[in-house]
């Protein structure tokens, strides 16, 4: 219904893309600034920075895409109108997800992705078929990270039921944080982004590999393609927190 409903006006659609597009841009090109100064940030050419950040947009940007609207779910819990999606013969996930589906976020996963392409033809690297296999599997596999950290944050409104700004400072200021090199924050805010909330995998760690620098934290190579099993323990315990926030939600009764 709301693909269809954004579609009945085709040029008001593209336009909202379009503005979507330039919108997340503004992100990149603040880095395009910062390198206007300098020629390196915390060591990182702007090619290497240019590959963190489209693997780490795209990958937001899709789960974004699917599940972007899980911040809504507050103000059902407080309205009662979350009662409604209980009753109906499909899961209640999927119907939040779906909840205000905006197609024009596509706009942010195709400025991300125009990025990393660049990154990927500008950046000095010697492609083995393990790094480029590498490189597909760090996008899907960020995406089901950023999901489970969506998935997460609704399951925390069932407590909170007023907490969509503490959700999207996890999951909009985690991207952010990620578009950067881990050599420019703190070793403890790499260890919290590692070890408690295992963003790294995201790009920071598996990028390492691929761009021939340090890991994070002096971590073993091997952890540079474990990014699907992190992608899938993050799903597990996101399931597992949005059983538990739904077992103990309680109606208001309107």
């Not at 330039?22 to 240019?50: K, R």
């Not at 920071?204 to 073993?220: F, K, Q």
């Not at 739904?246 to 109606?251: D, G, I």
């Amino acid at each position: 219904m709301w693909v269809r409903s954004s579609m009945t006006y085709r040029t008001s659609f593209a336009v909202t893309v379009l503005g979507n597009l330039l919108v997340t841009g503004l992100d990149f090109a603040t880095i395009l600034l910062m390198f206007s100064q300098v020629d390196t940030l915390g060591g990182w050419s702007l090619p290497e920075i240019a590959f963190l950040y489209g693997l780490s947009a795209t990958a937001f940007g899709i789960a974004d895409l699917v599940l972007g609207s899980m911040d809504v779910l507050g103000g059902r819990i407080r309205d009662g109108s979350f009662d409604t999606l209980l009753v109906r013969p499909a899961p209640v996930l999927a119907q939040v997800g779906a909840d205000r589906f905006a197609l024009r976020r596509l706009g942010r996963i195709t400025q991300a992705a125009a990025v990393l392409g660049y990154a990927l033809v500008a950046v000095d690297v010697d492609w083995s078929v393990a790094k480029v296999l590498l490189v597909p599997v760090m996008v899907v596999s960020g995406a089901a990270i950023f999901c489970a950290l969506f998935v997460a944050g609704a399951a925390f409104q069932f407590v909170a039921q007023d907490a969509a700004e503490v959700q999207n400072a996890f999951t909009y200021g985690g991207t952010t944080l990620l578009q950067y090199p881990p050599t420019v924050f703190g070793k403890d805010l790499v260890r919290g982004v590692t070890f408690l909330l295992p963003l790294a995998f995201v790009n920071w760690v598996p990028a390492s590999y691929v761009l021939g620098r340090p890991y994070p934290l002096e971590l073993h190579r091997w952890t540079a393609f474990a990014p699907p099993l992190v992608a899938a323990g993050c799903c597990a315990l996101a399931g597992l927190a949005w059983r538990a926030g739904l077992r103990s939600y309680r109606s208001t009764g309107s």
